[in-house]
């Protein structure tokens, strides 16, 4: 009678042990499968930077223009002052935003804007991988904020702010654009990664747009957002 019961005891036990184990383990993570267009031009971006490095200039005939949220007005009023730039060349796009805060509308200097600088991000793409319809970013850590040594605002003069970004990207990735099913899960020959480590340094040297942006009057809608 006993040993009748033990057995299904015993079997249960056994189970439960195996779905626990199942459960722990960590997920399996298939390779990607980006066709090989893809695949190629990732690499060969990887291997032209990783050695010498990427370099981005965001020059005077560029602007870090007023960025400004649809149905408000920027002024000294508003929260923050952030200003932004696309930099679009034969190797990449760039964007740029940085954020300050108000105190320096009207008061465009050096020591204004490191006292009122709050954090930058970047956003870098490959050129070619933006032609074949792949939204691939450069990761380089997330935001880099006001003490961080990565980012450094070195002065401003002749109407231009001089600052360098300098991190190093850790990995390539994206995903082709449009290409999972709403609500479906991203097939992979619709993904790309890749771990790397590529030195990356944005320079600038551009004149930041000052004054109000009102994104609350319909003629400025296409600047806002």
Not at 160 to 169: I, M, N, P
Not at 184 to 203: Q, W
Not at 206 to 223: F, H, S, T, W, Y
Request: a positive charge; glycine letters at 8%.
């Amino acid at each position: 009678m006993n040993r009748r019961l033990a057995l299904p005891v015993l079997v249960v036990s056994l189970m439960g042990l195996v779905a626990s184990t199942t459960s722990a383990a960590p997920p399996l993570r298939l390779p990607d499968a980006a066709p090989p267009a893809v695949t190629k031009a990732v690499d060969a971006f990887v291997a032209k930077h990783t050695k010498a490095g990427l370099h981005i200039r965001v020059g005077p005939k560029d602007m870090l223009r007023i960025h400004c949220p649809i149905g408000v007005r920027c002024d000294k009023a508003y929260a923050y002052r952030a200003v932004k730039h696309t930099t679009r060349n034969p190797d990449v796009h760039a964007f740029s935003y940085l954020s300050f805060s108000t105190s320096i509308i009207g008061k465009l200097d050096a020591t204004s804007l490191q006292n009122a600088f709050g954090h930058m991000y970047a956003i870098v793409r490959p050129a070619e991988l933006v032609k074949l319809g792949w939204d691939v970013r450069l990761d380089s850590g997330d935001v880099f904020r006001k003490g961080d040594p990565k980012f450094t605002i070195v002065g401003y003069s002749k109407g231009r702010l001089q600052a360098r970004l300098k991190t190093t990207v850790t990995r390539v990735g994206g995903h082709k654009k449009l290409c999972a099913p709403p609500g479906g899960r991203m097939p992979a020959k619709c993904m790309i990664d890749r771990k790397v480590s590529i030195p990356m340094t944005i320079t600038f040297d551009v004149p930041v747009e000052d004054g109000v942006l009102d994104c609350k009057a319909p003629k400025n809608r296409a600047r806002c957002g």
